[in-house]
Antibody, heavy 119, light 112 residues
Framework: EVQLVASGGDLVKPGGSLRLSCAAS????????ISWVRQSPGKGLEWVGRIKSKSAGGTTDYAAPQTGSFTISRHDSKNTVYLYMNSLKTEDTAVYYCTTEGAAGIDYWGQGTLVTVSS | QSALTQPRSVSGSPGQSVTISCTGT?????????VSWYHQHAGKAPKLIIY???KRPSGVPDRLSGSKSGNTASLTISGLRAEDEGDYHC????????????FGTGTKVTVL
């Protein structure tokens, strides 16, 4: 069974930084592309960015608003992906989900971790 | 990239059918057959119910069906049941502008 457990969400002040983790199990992690998707309170979903498998180059893509302030990395021996968020703004307040990305798009979702940016 | 447009809410009685639209542009919905739909119960993570416009993952009942015409994708739920309540989100590949995805504004389905 595919499991994705996101953690690291917290209350942080504007301008601060935070690192989220996504621990995966139930599939061959090294072959997986992982995307982060967020959901602001009472709002829709927003794609944040992805990291490809090492065999596909291990490169990252980001949504335009996150380019430069968010960084995604992976540690295949720990079956874990990280989302580093810098220069956080109040509008970054959201539940952050890690997901797997198959050939046809985003498929499995983890349970999400809440990030609150507030002074 | 602007969010795809969905109706804010739809409702129906048990046994009825409802259809949710998802309107984008030729750069996303209209340009690729990579439209997915997700069902989200309150406080839970979304779950994939349709991918590649019309395909259902294993375990998803055939009461749920997807289609696309031009820049608009649609999800139809036939034989509405209480467990169909919740939020539904469409999603499309957004092409080489970001190589990512754009989601819809979300639709709340209520079973009367």
């Amino acid at each position: 069974e595919v499991q994705l457990v996101a953690s690291g969400g917290d209350l942080v002040k504007p301008g601060g930084s935070l690192r989220l983790s996504c621990a995966a199990s139930g599939f061959t992690f090294s072959n997986a592309w992982i995307s982060w998707v967020r959901q602001s309170p009472g709002k829709g979903l927003e794609w944040v960015g992805r990291i490809k498998s090492k065999s596909a180059g291990g490169t990252t893509d980001y949504a335009a608003p996150q380019t430069g302030s968010f960084t995604i990395s992976r540690h295949d021996s720990k079956n874990t992906v990280y989302l580093y968020m810098n220069s956080l703004k109040t509008e970054d307040t959201a539940v952050y989900y890690c997901t797997t990305e198959g050939a046809a798009g985003i498929d499995y979702w983890g349970q999400g971790t809440l990030v609150t940016v507030s002074s | 990239q602007s969010a795809l447009t969905q109706p804010r809410s739809v409702s129906g009685s048990p046994g009825q059918s409802v259809t949710i639209s998802c309107t984008g542009t030729s750069s996303d919905v209209g340009g690729y057959n990579f439209v997915s739909w997700y069902h989200q119960h309150a406080g839970k993570a979304p779950k994939l119910i349709i991918y590649s416009v019309t395909k259902r993952p294993s375990g998803v009942p055939d009461r749920l069906s997807g289609s696309k015409s031009g820049n608009t994708a649609s999800l139809t739920i036939s034989g509405l049941r209480a467990e169909d309540e919740g939020d539904y989100h469409c999603c499309s590949y957004a092409g080489p502008q970001s190589f990512g995805y754009v989601f819809g504004t979300g639709t709340k389905v209520t079973v009367l």
